[in-house]
């Protein structure tokens, strides 16, 4: 065995393949410049979002959550803080975005769940519908770049490209 084919057969390790299959579907991208249209939503809202939970928790973090009826809100507001201020950075840059809208996706079902069908139930369809209007547009945004990815102008792509001095 020749010491060039030695790499070679870490990637004939099933576990390997399936690490590489997935960190290569985590950064894969379609090739659409308009990708970047919906991660600057996307992304700018969450990163501002997930700031404001800090700045003024009583009214967006903490005590939003507390008001809201969640358990253990003073976790729960830089929690959640935390997760939107990262991810919104990321689907920013485009960097791991498929990985990034996970945690967003997650979030905004909470958000819908918890404070959208208490209006559905007092108010009607339309008033929740109005109501959810940012929300929904997050979670579809969300769902977008998890299929998608970053795009075209992401550093996902940057990552997914072949190496150049691979191919030589």
Known sequence: ??????????????TINKQTDMFRWIINT?????TLII???????????GIQKFLLPE??????FEKIGL?????L???????????????????FTRLAAVPLL????????TTKTVILA???????????????CMLLGSVFLLIRGGGWWSGDRKLSRPQDHLTS
């Open 71 to 75: 358990p253990d809100p003073e976790f």
């Open 1 to 14: 065995m020749s010491p060039s084919q030695f790499p070679l057969l870490l990637f004939e390790n099933p």
């Open 59 to 64: 009214k967006l973090g903490a005590g939003r």
């Open 77 to 95: 507001g830089p929690f959640v803080g935390t997760f939107e201020t990262i991810c919104g950075a990321l689907v920013l840059m485009g960097l």
């Open 106 to 113: 997650c979030i905004m079902l909470v958000a819908i769940f």
């Open 30 to 34: 379609d090739h659409s410049k308009t």
């Open 39 to 49: 991660r600057l939503m996307v992304g700018a809202v969450f990163l501002s979002e």
């Open 122 to 136: 007092d108010e009607g369809f339309w008033a929740m519908m109005h109501a959810a209007r940012t929300d929904w």
